[in-house]
């Protein structure tokens, strides 16, 4: 989960970063605003895209090979970024930026899958989206360090020494941030081991304790053609469409908080983009503790009722119907303190469910975790790419308010789709099928 966490802060880091900087890129690369709506979209339709081809990867070779080449890639191409001349090239990045990143959080998947117990996957997927928040309400923090350390006097003038005094600051942004990357793989691949079992730390009655949890019986790579037909009855799992749709709408409405939050605080509340850091990073520091203490209460709320489909469904339903309800009351707000504080309200109710969600891919997926979550992340991060060039054009045709009662009827229609999830049950059919609602490991 160490490591799990890092990675999942790096994800979010890497790819937001960009927001900071977007008015510095803008003015460099003489970037039209629906120009930079597209390079937005860029990272998510390819990240999207190859998501279950990197989580079918993962299935098949394992998350160890598979991750260290997943953060290889996406370090290269955030770092790349910074070598952008223009509109073409820096969206060339972002797709490749996109392309590379994807599989990781299928990828995480089936590492839970093979490491953790049915009884703790809500808190554990909680602490993943915490860290995952954090990177994104940290990046633009980070990125604004990184970039006041470039334009310092001294440091001007070291690279005015090598040559390097013209180059703009933000392009020394995406070369250092390409480096964090590497650290984190060379200590996962010298510590990680795909399955408990072949660990030396692991002790018989700690690997005992995680397969009478429900964890997968191995970590092994998964054979080729039962991945391969896993791959199909994705497609006809009705649990896993309906979370897929749950991310669909809710992802439209959350990517606002990745995208165009900086731009609304400047055009509605007169909030400089320079100055617009933490009050961009403020609702996403609630959604990572509400992704904890959501994780939680859902692996409480299963012990006590016993019932894990019940379990699961209520924070998700609940918080969404509550971030769509602060969405409409940002659009009469007067001032930016008032705004932030209904957008963190959003974002804290939002991810309220974000535990349960992810442990309920976990369950479903068993030892096609990868896949299954490639699947979800494929349909929902659509949203994610095509939010920013149709967001852009409801605001800029039809005003703020209008954008915002789209995003709450997004979480409406999220809500609804844990009518029909049912986290009892796997979605291949290779074992035999379970009855009731037990707690114990989900099934076919």
């Known amino acids: 989960m160490a490591f799990l966490c890092v990675l999942s802060f790096l994800t979010y880091y890497d790819r937001n970063c960009i927001t900071q900087v977007q008015g510095a890129i803008q003015a460099d690369l003489r970037l039209s605003d629906s120009q930079l709506s597209w390079v937005f979209w860029a990272f998510w339709f390819t990240y999207a895209l190859f998501e279950i081809p990197g989580g079918w990867l993962c299935d098949r070779f394992g998350p160890r090979v598979t991750l260290v080449r997943i953060v290889l890639a996406w370090s290269l191409f955030t770092a790349l970024t910074g070598f952008a001349t223009g509109f073409l090239s820096l969206i060339a990045f972002r797709l490749l930026f996109g392309m590379g990143e994807a599989g990781a959080y299928p990828s995480m998947a089936r590492v839970q899958s093979s490491w953790l117990s049915a009884f703790s996957r809500a808190r554990a997927g909680g602490l993943l989206w915490l860290t995952a928040r954090w990177g994104a309400a940290f990046a633009p923090v980070i990125m604004g360090w990184i970039i006041a350390v470039f334009d310092a006097a001294s440091t001007r003038w070291l690279l005015s020494v090598v040559g390097l005094g013209e180059v703009s600051s933000w392009r020394f942004g995406f070369f250092v941030s390409g480096l964090f990357g590497l650290v984190w793989v060379v200590f996962f691949w010298r510590f990680f081991r795909d399955d408990p079992a072949t660990d030396v730390r692991v002790n018989a009655a700690e690997l005992a304790v995680i397969r009478s949890g429900g964890a997968t019986a191995s970590g092994a790579k998964a054979h080729t053609d039962h991945s391969l037909r896993a791959i199909g009855q994705v497609f006809t799992s009705r649990s896993l469409w309906a979370i897929a749709l749950l991310y669909l709408c809710g992802s439209f409405g959350w990517s606002f908080f990745v995208s165009w939050l900086p731009r609304y605080m400047n ?27 959501g994780g939680l209460l859902s692996d409480g709320l299963v012990k006590w009722t016993g019932r894990r489909r019940l379990g699961r469904a209520i924070l998700p339903m609940f918080g969404y119907l509550t971030a769509a309800a602060a969405m409409i009351g940002v659009t009469v707000t007067k001032t930016p303190e008032q705004a932030t504080v209904l957008l963190c309200v959003a974002a804290f109710t939002y991810d309220l469910g974000q535990g349960a969600n992810w442990a309920s891919i976990v369950d479903i997926g068993g030892k096609f975790a990868g896949i299954a979550a490639g699947f979800i992340n494929m349909v929902g991060n659509m949203s994610n790419a095509f939010q920013p060039p149709l967001g852009r054009w409801i605001f800029a045709e ?19 789709m844990w009518l029909f999830i049912d986290p009892t049950k796997r979605f291949y059919t290779d074992e035999p099928e379970v009855r009731g609602f037990e707690v114990g490991p989900a099934k076919a």
């Not at 954008?403 to 009827?409: M, T």
């Open 398 to 416: 039809y005003g703020w308010p209008t954008l915002f009662g789209v995003y709450a009827a997004a979480f409406c229609g999220a809500a609804l």
């Open 267 to 293: 055009d509605v509340h007169h909030v400089p983009f320079k100055q617009s850091g933490w009050s961009a990073a403020m609702p996403l520091l609630f959604a990572g503790v509400a992704c904890l203490v």
